[in-house]
């Protein structure tokens, strides 16, 4: 027994120099391929998965895994592209927040697709998307490792490296995103603004420039009314689809809202349309039907602009009645009774 205490010492201290230079190898290889990738994000399949991910653990590094499938990027209310891009940001992100240290060796970011690697989306157990896996060193089966929330893709990239540095213990730091407009874009715009300077100068002097068009202001002023009226704003803050899928038939759509809780854009644009077409009638009796010489003209335009106008403002009382069930009548004086 005391003869064979150093061979089980030695065993075992190889064991141990094998799996420490196996673990070296796999942060290598990985390593490698982060930087064949513009942004840092490692493509797996089933074969690398099995190799990277099912390592026995504990493993010296954490893998964050984006779960895409190409086939569902066309389905607009899943976002995949879009997150996928995020997802990217995220990772060039970390890389150039930490160039020289550690973390850089300790998180790996890498996507997997579905029509490539349905067996490891089986062994995950993946079943909807968007989806994203963070696989820390401990984790000794895929199915044990902590999916992200869908909370964590509300604010893209942002969310998601608050749930990184929760969940590592890593500092991600700020998400660098690309600007807007490069260098030369800069450059090429003052080049081009600095040689229109003396021609604008000279169409301002001779007033002939679009800004002295009434046509255009009476343009805007119209897209100003509709956009304030139609709930354009409220569209945009809420994120108002313009119209929703029938629950009970998938192939018919629902541009009209029962209900005060929500409203779609088609109900506020034909509100907006009926409040503007009000509008431009009586801009045009105001304007341009006092200007008329014949006044059987006149009685005719103001008759139509009265049953047109009457119809309109009745059509929104009948909107507003119908989604919000209160009640709006006519006031009649107690002496016509």
């Not at 970390?94 to 790996?108: E, I, K, Q």
């Not at 893709?153 to 407009?181: C, H, K, N, Q, W």
Request: glycine share 6%.
């Amino acid at each position: 027994m005391a003869s064979s205490l150093p061979l089980l010492l030695l065993v075992l201290l190889a064991a141990a120099a094998a799996h420490t230079a196996g673990a070296n190898d796999l942060v290598g290889e990985l390593q490698s391929l982060r930087s064949r990738s513009p942004s840092g994000v490692i493509h797996l399949t089933d074969t690398s998965v099995t190799r990277f991910l099912s390592s026995p653990a504990p493993r010296p590094y954490s893998v964050l895994l984006f779960f895409d499938a190409a086939s569902l990027h066309s389905k607009s209310d899943l976002h995949l592209p879009q997150l996928r891009r995020e997802f990217a940001l995220l990772s060039a992100s970390f890389l150039a927040n930490n160039p020289d240290s550690d973390s850089s060796s300790a998180l790996f970011f890498a996507d997997i697709e579905f029509s490539e690697s349905q067996h490891s989306f089986s062994q995950f157990g993946v079943n909807s998307l968007p989806h994203v896996r963070l696989i820390r060193p401990d984790h000794s089966r895929l199915a044990d490792s902590e999916q992200m929330d869908q909370s964590h893709f509300s604010r893209l990239a942002d969310s998601m490296a608050e749930f990184v540095e929760a969940r590592t213990g890593l500092e991600v730091g700020p998400v660098v995103r690309p600007p807007l407009v490069s260098r030369n874009q800069v450059a090429l715009l003052v080049i081009l603004f600095l040689m229109s300077v003396p021609f604008g100068i000279r169409r301002i002097a001779q007033g002939d420039t679009m800004l002295h068009d009434p046509k255009l202001w009476m343009a805007g002023a119209l897209f100003v009314y509709f956009f304030s009226v139609s709930g354009g704003m409220y569209g945009i803050i809420r994120h108002t689809p313009m119209f929703l899928t029938d629950r009970a038939d998938p192939n018919k759509l629902v541009f009209f809202y029962q209900g005060s809780g929500m409203q779609l854009g088609a109900e506020g644009f034909a509100v907006g349309f009926l409040y503007t077409l009000v509008g431009l009638m009586l801009a045009v009796v105001t304007h341009l039907l006092v200007k008329v010489e014949s006044l059987q003209t006149q009685r005719f335009a103001m008759l139509a602009v009265m049953v047109v106008g009457w119809w309109a403002v009745r059509k929104v009382i009948f909107l507003d009645n119908w989604k919000t069930g209160y009640s709006i009548h006519t006031f009649w004086p107690s002496g016509w009774r």
